[in-house]
């Protein structure tokens, strides 16, 4: 379930970054779309320029300056904000590293993501057969049987 306070910071994700490709992803874009997760802070992809122009659009609510940072697993142009008490993670230009030990090229988020329609918002997420191949990649192996189950659910019920 998302918090009222995080719907509130949606909102104005929503209505301050028109023009700029960017997309909720992380527990926030996967309680959207139906997944039953706890939801802490706010996670956001985007292109390595999309990232650095939402710090730009929240210049007064930076906690951490985006920059590039990388671990074993992930690299991005990575940042914090902090929105009415919510943390924002900004995250651009994202690559995992593949089990051959290559990275994978960062997606195109314009091209990838899709919208949601809540509550007044249409929100942009990355698709559930995204972030499960995505925590799949990253080991997270029962967050993804969680959005695997969720996407098996919802065709059946398409059907």
Known sequence: ?????????????????QGIAWAVTGSVGLALQGVPVDVHDIDIQ??????YAIERCFAGHVRQAVHLRASEAIGSHFGVLEIDGVMVELMGGLQK?????????????????HLVEARGLRIPVLPLEHEYEAYLIMGRTAKAALIKETIDRQQAGKA
């Not at 379930?1 to 970054?17: D, F, N, T, Y």
């Not at 593949?98 to 990838?112: K, M, N, Q």
């Open 1 to 17: 379930m998302i918090p009222e306070s995080h719907w509130s910071v949606l909102r104005r994700l929503c209505a301050q970054l």
């Open 97 to 113: 590293r593949l089990p051959s030990g290559a990275w994978e090229p960062p997606i195109d988020v314009a091209r990838l993501r």
């Open 46 to 51: 985007g292109s390595e320029t999309s990232v």
